[in-house]
């Protein structure tokens, strides 16, 4: 292996730091504004601007300087691959080098630990151009950071190709189980009993209440966060003193919906209500729906026709179900202990998604475990070398 040489960022690139785009942001405008969420996309969410106020060429490295506590995009790079096209935002930083192959450099700065290292998981991560500059850096000759470029190119793409694999083969599980969950309910080859919901259920509206009613020792208020993966969650939970209607305390059996929110893919979540602990309400943007029908309806809301019916009301361009667009939605509804069969059999086969989910999951975090090992064994032995 040729000489290495340990170096700093400061000593081996030219930095520079961008400039505030938000009064000139343009949606028609002709470049790209470079800011940190499209590094943390990978270039897919973008804004435009019709200021090019810091021009980027092509190889330049965009780095991330400000994230939330132990956020995701502090330190992750981009490497710009078109020139005339970028405009550098503010809070992010641009880094040239002649010293450095692109991709190698790119290898090391993308999260590295130095920068990792000024997160306290409390507060807003901002890096400094002078904690910036003081990366230490790993510097072989060119032909070598050529190879190893050559050798962390070849691995990391069979490990993209395995997790684009697995990612597959969990989709194609839940689509699977989506579409026969669908067909279930738009099916009426068995001439079930159609039904306007108004018919076969009740359902209230939540508890309007201020921040002078939140208290330690009051009732506990489910809202949409209580709602995480089709079931209730009680890690961020709000308790309330106030006037409680009866009416609008949970009962066993009862479904929580979702009915209001500004992220559109969170209306009409819902989960059941079981094994209740203690009394508890639900809050303003949420709805209660109660029927002797609940297991069954609890998987018609997950259907594609209970989401049709529903975006065709009037309300949906604000992202809000109301007690008005429910009272028409049509269900199909076989006798009772049909009904019980169908629940039965989707549970089960549910339990089988989410087996497949957790394991396919773990392998994603395997694969990523391993592409980082791959990086910090490969930074080890040039470290060594240099050494």
């Not at 200021?51 to 300087?65: A, N």
């Amino acid at each position: 292996m040729s000489q290495v040489e340990l170096t700093t960022l400061g000593k081996s690139c030219d930095f520079f730091n961008g400039k505030a785009h938000e009064k000139s942001i343009d949606e028609n405008g002709n470049y790209i504004v470079v800011n940190s969420k499209f590094i943390s996309s990978e270039g897919k969410s973008f804004k435009r601007t019709n200021e090019q106020m810091f021009p980027l060429y092509k190889g330049d490295i965009v780095m991330v300087m400000s994230d939330v506590p132990n956020g995701k995009a502090l330190a992750k790079c981009f490497i710009i691959d078109k020139v005339d096209t970028y405009s550098l935002n503010q809070r992010i930083c641009c880094i040239r080098s002649k010293e450095f192959d692109t991709k190698y450099l790119y290898y090391q700065l993308n999260r590295n630990v130095h920068f990792l290292a000024f997160n306290n998981g409390e507060n807003q991560t901002n890096l400094r151009k002078d904690d910036i500059l003081a990366c230490p850096l790993i510097k072989p000759s060119m032909e070598e950071q050529k190879r190893m470029v050559a050798e962390l190119d070849n691995a990391y793409s069979k490990i993209e190709s395995a997790i684009i694999n697995v990612e597959a083969n969990l989709k194609n599980a839940k689509f699977l189980f989506d579409n026969y969950l669908s067909s279930l309910f738009e099916n009426n080859e068995y001439r079930w009993e159609q039904k306007k919901l108004k018919d076969v259920a009740e359902y209230f509206n939540g508890l309007t209440y201020s921040p002078k009613d939140v208290s330690q020792n009051g009732t506990i208020v489910l809202r949409s966060s209580n709602i995480q993966n089709d079931k209730l969650d009680f890690d961020d939970i709000v308790r309330v003193n106030t006037k409680i209607k009866e009416k609008i305390f949970v009962q066993e059996g009862d479904i929580l919906m979702c009915s209001r929110n500004g992220s559109k893919h969170l209306v009409g979540k819902t989960a059941p209500i079981n094994n209740l602990h203690e009394k508890m309400t639900f809050g303003t943007f949420m709805m209660i729906i109660r029927s002797e029908y609940n297991p069954f309806l609890l998987w018609f809301f997950k259907t594609d026709d209970f989401k049709r019916q529903i975006s065709q009301g009037e309300y949906n361009m604000i992202n809000q179900i109301t007690r008005y667009m429910l009272d028409d939605v049509i269900v199909l509804l076989p006798e009772i202990e049909k009904q019980k069969e169908i629940v039965k059999n989707l549970n089960t086969l549910n339990e089988q998604v989410l087996k497949l989910t957790l394991l396919y999951n773990s392998k994603i975090e395997l694969l990523a475990e391993l592409k980082s090992g791959i990086l910090k064994r490969a930074f080890e032995n040039e470290l060594i070398e240099a050494e």
